[in-house]
């Protein structure tokens, strides 16, 4: 869940009058900044603070506002910023609109940064729901729903249209798997702590095969030392476990690579 910055934590002024009480509505309108925002707010929160604070002042000051005009604000840091808060109304939506809809600032531009991030629009689709744990409906519009603006800007409000559902999570990348090293006593390698089997699909392979398929091949065996361990190994596995007498199978378990370097069959006689 997203972390919220008090208004302390961006140093808010005080609002210059009171609040109008606004226990419930139909919903939340998600704006944006407009006008430029520099791509460099990616890589710095600090300048979401200074945001707030620049915004705050021209609601007061040019606006003659009592307050930074929206709820809560959304950062691309995946953070939300306290704006009037919870259960009162915003000055955001437009004259005569602000009793129907709470009001939500995505830190997003009209130019310079204009595209919004997955971490942006996690933090805006957590305030929509904390605001309606906060008395607002389901209903989730732009600020130009009902009003004469370009906000929240073309890629905002396609989100919006969409029911601002939340990006997918990239999957996890599956790890590659970690190169097997064959560590040698002097002329024997030890076990590398992994059965050697011919497998489906991706065929498995690494060093401790090619050991020991460079062993079997030195013996006299037909096999190709190329480090994977295809059918033709297996069928090797299979040939010199019947000739030292260890268990049937087709693959090097811990006894059979222990034979390869304790005990030499003669190769089998090929069909
Ligand atoms: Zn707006
Ligand atoms: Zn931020």
Redesign the pocket.
Known sequence: MTTMVTRAGWRARRPTSSYTQLPRARGVKVHYTGGYVSPK?VDD?D??LELMRTFQRQHIDANGWSDFAYNLAG???R?LLEGRGFGVMSAANGPGLNDDHYAILA?VGSSGFTQPTDDLLHAVRDGIELLRKHGAGTEIKGHRDGYSTSCPGGPLYAWVRKGAPRPREAPAKPKPPKPVKVVWDGDVPRWPGRVLKHVGGAMMRGEDVRVWQDKMARRGWKLDVDGVFGEQSADVARGYRRATGLPAGDTVDKATWAMTWSWTPPPEKSA
Do not use: A, N
């Open positions: 707010i929160h300048i979401c950062c691309p840091h953070r830190l």
